[in-house]
């Protein structure tokens, strides 16, 4: 990405070499504050006097322009699901290569605690590791969840548990879910169905949350239906 990235100033450095008087280069990364991850796609308009240029973020999360040399040009980011962002007090020198990386909060944060078919509560179990079980009568800092969308308008969640790790679905340790990892990954992603206050939580690997164990409240992410009493979980909002 960064070779893409090298190759598009090189480009755009020839081009600004047509161009009267002194310019330079505005560069960097968009990404979610949260989840650390590029956002595409997103809407950068950088004021430059009484005019504004408007660009947008690479699908790697970059983005790269000219402007003239100059101070105190302002860039305004927007992009859906996520609250619009100012930098300020940009300087631009000529021939220069000015970094500014921008970092995007989502506007919309769930924090939900999860009911089973079982009666009880879903559970980051930290004296567990963080593997979640499904064995609470009641709801503490374990039991509630922060799901973070991912995407902007998309129903994929990132959910990060009571002690600040990502939820992931471990393929390696028999599919269960445990809260461990710091970053956002393939196995640390999962869509999000809502039926009126009833939620089914799919995998990206097309399978579904699922109470295997009524008694011990063993999850695991295994095969089935949504509609299977075990792959619903009410869903109760903080």
């Known amino acids: 990405m960064k070779k893409l990235l090298f190759f598009t100033l090189l480009l755009l450095f020839f081009f600004r070499s047509l161009l009267p008087g002194g310019a330079g280069s505005v560069w960097g990364l968009v990404s979610d504050e949260?989840?650390?991850?590029?956002v595409a796609n997103a809407?950068?308009?950088?004021?430059?006097?009484?005019t504004t240029l408007t660009i947008k973020s690479l699908p790697n999360g970059y983005y790269s322009t000219f402007v003239p040399e100059g101070?105190?040009?302002?860039?305004?980011?927007?992009?859906?699901?996520?609250k619009k962002k100012t930098v300020r007090n940009i300087d631009v020198r000529n021939n220069g290569?000015?970094?500014?990386?921008?970092?995007?909060?989502?506007?919309?944060?769930?924090?939900?605690?999860?009911?089973g078919a079982n009666g009880k509560y879903v559970c980051a179990d930290l004296g567990l590791g963080g593997r979640l079980v499904c064995n609470r009568t009641d709801v503490g800092p374990w039991e509630k969840f922060k799901f973070i969308r991912i995407g902007g308008t998309s129903n994929?969640?990132?959910?990060?548990?009571?002690?600040?790790?990502?939820?992931?679905?471990?393929?390696?340790?028999?599919?269960i879910l445990v809260a461990n990892r710091s970053n956002v990954g393939e196995w640390e992603r999962f869509r999000l169905f809502d039926n009126g206050g009833v939620i089914n939580l799919l995998s990206s690997d097309g399978k579904w949350l699922t109470l295997t164990n009524s008694t011990t409240g063993e999850l695991k992410i295994s095969p089935g239906l949504a509609t299977y009493s075990t792959t619903r979980f009410a869903r109760i909002t903080y």
Not at 34 to 38: G, N, Y
Not at 71 to 82: K, L, N, R, S
Not at 98 to 114: G, H, K, Q, S, W
Not at 156 to 175: E, L, M, P, S, W
């Open 71 to 82: 101070t105190g040009y302002i860039i305004t980011v927007q992009m859906d699901g996520y």
């Open 43 to 50: 809407k950068l308009m950088i004021n430059i006097g009484y």
């Open 97 to 115: 290569f000015t970094e500014v990386n921008i970092a995007l909060t989502p506007d919309r944060i769930l924090t939900l605690a999860l009911k």
């Open 156 to 175: 994929t969640y990132a959910i990060i548990a009571a002690n600040g790790k990502f939820v992931c679905h471990d393929r390696g340790q028999d599919n």
């Open 34 to 38: 949260i989840l650390k991850i590029p």
